[in-house]
């Protein structure tokens, strides 16, 4: 049984930054690819980022790149998302989730069904 639980949400200004967290239990978190992805109200929930099993590449929306980095401690279990320069349409509900690959296509990495695993959320807020 895979669990992921995302923490470091929060209100933050534009402008602002804020590291999200996500903790994996349950699977060998090393060896599979991890995503971040989101949902603002009343949209579809969106790729933001993810990156290989072992941290060797990343891949952005075109939204957050040069913005966001996302990176990995194997040794810890634990996914993160550092957000920069937060603009108020980040605002939405961030998912971490977990794949069943070690390398996801390059040409899609944001397709859900790559995806097997998915945490509860956790709320951003942008202010402007």
């Known amino acids: 049984q895979v669990q992921l639980v995302e923490s470091g949400g929060g209100l933050v200004q534009a402008g602002g930054s804020l590291r999200l967290s996500c903790a994996a239990s349950?699977?060998?978190?090393?060896?599979?690819?991890m995503g971040w992805f989101r949902q603002a109200p009343g949209k579809e929930r969106e790729f933001v980022a993810a990156i290989t099993w072992n941290g060797g590449t990343t891949y952005y929306a075109d939204s957050v790149k040069g913005r966001f980095s996302v990176s990995r401690d194997n040794a810890k279990n634990t996914l993160y998302l550092q957000m920069n320069s937060l603009k108020p349409e980040d605002t939405a509900v961030y998912y971490c989730?977990?794949?069943?690959?070690?390398?996801?296509?390059?040409?899609?990495?944001?397709?859900?069904?790559?995806?097997?695993?998915w945490g509860q959320g956790t709320q951003v807020t942008v202010s402007s």
């Open positions: 349950g699977r060998a978190f090393s060896s599979y690819t």
């Open positions: 989730a977990q794949s069943s690959l070690r390398f996801i296509p390059a040409r899609a990495p944001g397709i859900e069904t790559y995806y097997n695993y």
